[in-house]
């Protein structure tokens, strides 16, 4: 497995081509693919369930599906997706009642576990959560919306994560949602993050191959 990954979001994907842009992308290099599951509830906008996600799982994709979950009714959510075929799955801590049981239900069904952190989100969660993380996904735009810039102060979270990591020990991916493209993407890299969502970045362009490429050249400068 490459040190880097890139999750194009298919939230900004042509939704009446969206195998066939599946399989571009994945074509082009891609190493994961990410949802942006949303509900109308926790954010305003509605996006797509797990019917999309069996869907693709039945037409042979075997990528790693990523799933956000942006919603508030979160452990039904959680078990759907599972039983869609989910490979990742992240969650708001502020839309779980229980936070550690979401986490350990996600867990226990064989998939990554996940926190996901909006941009003012407090890191006390991660007190007494971190230990039992798969990963963690940092926004650093406001959830809800594509095409949005990036949030300069997210990168001193991720640094701050990262320190958080080091005093106990651990290693775990830390994945960037919002505002990620060619430009910026060394920059969120050299904070300590190492999976990368990108949405209009990737699908907004004509060659998918060559941003993806283009991705992966800047972080080839990345030290550790």
Not at 23 to 40: S, T
Request: aromatic share 6%; with cysteine; proline share 5%.
């Amino acid at each position: 497995m490459s040190r880097f990954q890139i999750a194009p979001s298919i939230l900004a994907a042509d939704f009446t081509q969206l195998g066939q842009e599946i399989d571009h992308v994945l074509a082009a290099g891609a190493d994961i693919i990410h949802f942006d599951v949303m509900d109308g509830h926790y954010v305003p906008n509605l996006s797509f369930g797990p019917m999309v996600c069996d869907s693709l799982r039945r037409a042979g994709v075997s990528h790693p599906i990523d799933v956000h979950l942006m919603v508030e009714n979160v452990d039904p959510m959680i078990e759907a997706f599972v039983k869609a075929g989910a490979s990742y799955i992240s969650f708001h801590p502020e839309a779980s009642k229980h936070v550690h049981r979401s986490i350990r239900l996600i867990k226990e069904s064989g998939c990554k576990a996940g926190l996901a952190l909006n941009p003012s989100t407090p890191l006390d969660i991660l007190d007494f959560t971190l230990e039992e993380l798969d990963f963690i996904l940092v926004m650093s735009v406001n959830p809800g919306f594509g095409g949005q810039s990036f949030i300069p102060s997210v990168l001193n979270k991720i640094k701050a994560i990262k320190a958080r990591m080091r005093d106990v020990g651990m290693d775990i991916p830390i994945e960037v949602d919002g505002g990620v493209g060619i430009h910026n993407i060394a920059e969120i890299a050299e904070a300590g993050a190492s999976m990368f969502v990108a949405g209009s970045a990737i699908f907004g362009q004509q060659d998918y191959k060559q941003v993806i490429d283009d991705m992966r050249h800047q972080l080839s400068s990345v030290t550790e």
